[in-house]
T-cell receptor, first 113, second 111 residues
């Protein structure tokens, strides 16, 4: 059974700082890893999808990397802004099922002005 | 944004009553999912569908049933609601790339 862990559970940084969020997973036989953002009281917004054949994906100030062999993914946020404050979740599939995701419990990010 | 709506958005019901939540998509995606989100547990998969009339159980399916009679609609039914089913319920869809997109959620309170 896939287990996904996110460290740290919470992170507070000053505006402008570059930061890294970490995600680890126990079953390295994955097809996809997906990063989401969730604002309080809202649904999840997909940020980046990394397929197993890829090592990283970029969207604006976000860069996500994937190392299947070590069971790790990182989400890098450059030049953080107060509007980046949210909970960030990673999720991966596993066990030959490329359409069911297991989620981490998230990292609560606060960017202080 | 992916075209996913959920109804109702909020519901309060009493223990023992049946409840049906609806998820509607306009993307014609094959896969649809129901999750629940609870503090301390994160997001957990309840049921999912891989086509019309094709459904399967997820991690926490006890007490829930689903139906999918049309591509665009996926219904989640609590046959007899219990207080432990108080939660926020999210519907999600995915297509060929298996990238999942989420609806806005339904906040259900069982008193």
């Amino acid at each position: 059974k896939q287990e996904v862990t996110q460290i740290p559970a919470a992170l507070s940084v000053p505006e402008g700082e570059n930061l890294v969020l970490n995600c680890s997973f126990t079953d390295s036989a994955i097809y996809n890893l997906q990063w989401f953002r969730q604002d309080p009281g809202k649904g999840l917004t997909s940020l980046l999808l990394i397929q197993s054949s890829q090592r990283e994906q970029t969207s604006g100030r976000l860069n996500a990397s994937l190392d299947k062999s070590s069971g790790r993914s990182t989400l890098y946020i450059a030049a953080s802004q107060p509007g980046d404050s949210a909970t960030y979740l990673c999720a991966s599939d596993s066990g030959g099922s490329n359409y069911k995701l297991t989620f981490g419990k998230g990292t609560l990010l606060t960017v202080n002005p | 944004d992916a075209g996913i709506t959920q109804s109702p958005r909020h519901k309060v019901t009493e223990t023992g009553t049946p409840v049906t939540l609806r998820c509607h998509q306009t993307e014609n995606h094959r896969y649809m999912y129901w999750y629940r989100q609870d503090p301390g547990h994160g997001l957990r998969l309840i049921h999912y569908s891989y086509g019309v009339k094709d459904t399967d159980k997820g991690e926490v399916s006890d007490g829930y049933s689903v139906s999918r009679s049309k591509t665009e609609d996926f219904l989640l039914t609590l046959e007899s609601a219990t207080s432990s089913q108080t939660s926020v319920y999210f519907c999600a869809i995915s297509g060929d790339r298996n990238e999942q997109y989420f609806g806005p959620g339904t906040r259900l309170t069982v008193t």
